[in-house]
């Protein structure tokens, strides 16, 4: 079974440029979060999706960053303009909705963005 | 969501027993202790969670005391792949987790 597919892997642009990460779920997980994590430091959530809804965006700084998840499966995670302390890893995550005691997320890989 | 504590750092001699503990003295009641842990260049690994009585799998095992104030990972027999950043997480369920800064485990020969 194929896990939480994200990319691009990398990503290096300059300050101002716009970015945008890929994220494929888990196959009938209808949760998806995306997760911002620095160097040195935990992942911190930036938006939580309930199939197409989001249903926690409260720390996505929503005036550079935007995200979008169409039809309920992929999601895509913009940033425009970036800036240099944007550089970190960001990290996708689905699980199913169901029991309030399932808490198993399953994270992808990571895009790692530096902002020059 | 209960904020947890764990030491930043510690070390394991290969073959043994690895005990990560975690402090969350402010649990409430509704809350589940969750461990992940996460491998250089690769994302968090789900390895366990419980919400009193102590849980065992293929990965760990999880001993939660009864006042549930605190909680140790068991890592029975570590092994230098298990050398990773773990994070203990106190959450109620709704899969929010918070993460802190989590204890490294250098797992050495």
């Known amino acids: 079974e194929a896990g939480v597919v994200q990319s691009p892997r990398y990503k290096i642009i300059e300050k101002k440029q716009p970015v945008a990460f890929w994220c494929n779920p888990i196959?009938?997980?209808?949760?998806l979060y995306w997760y911002l994590q620095n160097l040195g430091q935990g992942p911190e959530l930036l938006i939580r999706y309930e199939n197409e809804e989001a249903v926690d965006d409260s720390q996505l700084p929503k005036d550079r960053f935007s995200a979008e998840r169409l039809k309920g499966v992929d999601s895509t995670l913009k940033i425009q303009p970036a800036e240099l302390g944007d550089s970190a890893v960001y990290l996708c995550a689905s699980s199913l909705k169901g029991h309030p005691n399932t808490g198993e997320l399953f994270f992808g890989e990571g895009s790692r963005l530096t902002v020059l | 969501d209960a904020k947890t504590t764990q030491p930043p750092s510690m070390d394991c001699a290969e073959g043994r027993a690895a005990n990560l503990p975690c402090n969350h003295s402010t649990i409430s009641g509704n809350e589940y202790v969750y461990w992940y842990r996460q491998i250089h260049s690769q994302g968090p690994q789900y390895i366990i969670h419980?919400?009193?009585n102590n849980e065992t799998n293929e990965m760990a095992s999880l001993i939660i005391t009864e006042d549930r104030k605190s909680s140790t990972l068991i890592l029975p027999h570590a092994t230098l792949r298990d050398t990773a950043v773990y994070y203990c997480?106190?959450?109620?369920?709704?899969?929010?987790?918070?993460f802190g800064t989590g204890t490294r485990l250098l797992v050495s020969p």
């Open positions: 997480i106190a959450d109620s369920g709704f899969q929010k987790l918070v």
């Open positions: 196959s009938g997980h209808n949760t």
């Open positions: 419980g919400l009193k």
